[in-house]
T-cell receptor, first 113, second 114 residues
Framework: QQQVKQSPQSLIVQKGGISIINCAYE??????FPWYQQFPGKGPALLIA?????SEKKEGRFTISFNKSAKQFSLHIMDSQPGDSATYFC????????????FGKGTRLHILP | DAGITQSPRHKVTETGTPVTLRCHQT?????MYWYRQDPGHGLRLIHY???????DKGEVSDGYSVSRSKTEDFLLTLESATSSQTSVYFC?????????????FGPGTRLTVL
């Protein structure tokens, strides 16, 4: 069964700190790894994504680190703010399967003011 | 929410009754999806559609059926609702191309089965 394993399930970080969420996978056919952000009462929305040919991608305070050999990737939120409090999902897609995304189980992040 | 609406947004029903949830898109995307979201389980795919009248099962399809008679509408039906189907249901559409498979989600429908 194709899986993306996400940890931790929940995370509390002080304002200004670094939030780190980790994901691991087994399927080497995955070729695209997006992260989704979901605020309470809303649907998930694409935050940032990476392909396995690069080891890092940064957009503002959000960075994805990718370790192809370890089959792991992580989301780092620098200078975490209370507005970043949300649920984050990592995900993965197989090559030539643009029709389907496999989601992790999510991490509920709370930033203390 | 990328031109996606879901109706109803909230529904309370009783065990054994049929329920239909509607997803409507204005983006003319080919792919549409129904997910359910439950604490500790994340997003689980129920069914998806890759065109009018073309659908396929996801990982949690038992007890659910879908129909897509028009590009813009994707219906999810619970033939006989059970308490285990109490959940938040999300519709998504996919903007394919470039190998990115970005999915855009609707606002969700909160369903309570008593």
């Amino acid at each position: 069964q194709q899986q993306v394993k996400q940890s931790p399930q929940s995370l509390i970080v002080q304002k200004g700190g670094i939030s780190i969420i980790n994901c691991a996978y087994e399927n080497t056919a995955f070729d695209y790894f997006p992260w989704y952000q979901q605020f309470p009462g809303k649907g998930p929305a694409l935050l940032i994504a990476i392909r396995p040919d690069v080891s890092e991608k940064k957009e503002g305070r959000f960075t994805i680190s990718f370790n192809k050999s370890a089959k792991q990737f992580s989301l780092h939120i620098m200078d975490s703010q209370p507005g970043d409090s949300a649920t984050y999902f990592c995900a993965a897609k197989e090559v030539n399967r643009d029709d389907k995304i496999i989601f992790g189980k999510g991490t509920r992040l709370h930033i203390l003011p | 929410d990328a031109g996606i609406t879901q109706s109803p947004r909230h529904k309370v029903t009783e065990t054994g009754t049929p329920v239909t949830l509607r997803c409507h898109q204005t983006e003319n995307h080919r792919y549409m999806y129904w997910y359910r979201q439950d604490p500790g389980h994340g997003l689980r795919l129920i069914h998806y559609s890759y065109g009018v009248k073309d659908t396929d099962k996801g990982e949690v399809s038992d007890g659910y059926s879908v129909s897509r008679s028009k590009t813009e509408d994707f219906l999810l039906t619970l033939e006989s609702a059970t308490s285990s189907q109490t959940s938040v249901y999300f519709c998504a559409i996919s903007g394919l191309g470039g190998g990115k498979a970005t999915q855009y989600f609707g606002p969700g429908t909160r369903l309570t089965v008593l």
